[in-house]
């Protein structure tokens, strides 16, 4: 069926390492997504977005890239600083209104 | 702009009791949306509005019932509450200005509801 999966639950990094969340999703016919940062007792927060016709795609401290050959989907941040600790979960749209979003992965940074 | 906003923040009910989740924007968006956000699994859409005085079921409609009787509001309904809808609720917003399909969505801070 559809799905939108995260590979890890957690993920630990050393602040200042970069950081790469991945997503594996299974609806081919997706052509929009999205992740999201959501920090403890908040509503999710858009970080990013691409399209379908993109394979990378660049913004302030986060790249995410799209491999629709094995359909991933990741995060990259770099430098990761101390509020960068969140959960990240990516979300696909496939058409209209229906947006499927993954459980998430939850980000700890160590100081 | 307070962007989007819920109340109440947290809220405890016995099973069987009613209640009324508010929505609100200040950002004139068309549509807005009812997601509930249970551990270990995505955001599940409960109902979506397109507009003022529109509604329409998502994923996970049972159980709840939505008005939209001004734009800037999205109102969600629980007549009877369950165990089962212990959640947390949010409510989203997205422009009209590009396809839906490629709308960013805003989401407010959420509800905590516990239903005993």
């Known amino acids: 069926g559809e799905s939108v999966g995260l590979h890890l639950p957690t993920l630990s990094v050393q602040e200042g390492d970069n950081s790469i969340i991945n997503c594996a999703y299974s609806?081919?016919?997706?052509?929009?997504f999205i992740w999201y940062k959501q920090e403890s007792g908040k509503g999710p927060q858009f970080i990013i977005d691409?399209?379908?016709?993109?394979d990378k795609r660049q913004g302030q401290r986060v790249t995410v890239l799209l491999n629709k050959t094995v359909k991933h989907l990741s995060l990259q941040i770099a430098a990761t600083q101390p509020g960068d600790s969140a959960v990240y979960f990516c979300?696909?749209?496939?058409?209209?209104?229906?947006?499927?979003f993954g459980a998430g992965t939850r980000l700890f940074v160590k100081a | 702009n307070a962007g989007v906003t819920q109340t109440p923040k947290f809220r405890v009910l016995k099973t069987g009791q009613s209640m009324t989740l508010l929505c609100a924007q200040d950002?004139?968006?068309?549509?807005m949306y009812w997601y509930r956000q249970d551990p270990g699994m995505g955001l599940r859409l409960i109902h979506y509005?397109?507009?003022?005085?529109?509604?329409a079921k998502g994923e996970v409609p049972d159980g709840y019932n939505v008005s939209r009787l001004k734009k800037q509001n999205f109102l969600l309904g629980l007549e009877s509450a369950a165990p089962s809808q212990t959640s947390v609720y949010f409510c989203?917003?997205?422009?009209?200005?590009?396809?839906?399909?490629?709308?960013?969505?805003?989401f407010g801070p959420g509800t905590r509801l516990t239903v005993l």
């Open positions: 989203a917003s997205s422009y009209t200005d590009r396809p839906v399909s490629y709308n960013e969505q805003f």
């Open positions: 609806n081919s016919a997706s052509d929009y």
């Open positions: 691409i399209r379908s016709n993109m």
């Open positions: 979300a696909e749209n496939t058409g209209g209104f229906k947006t499927i």
């Open positions: 950002m004139n968006h068309e549509y």
């Open positions: 509005s397109v507009g003022e005085g529109t509604t």
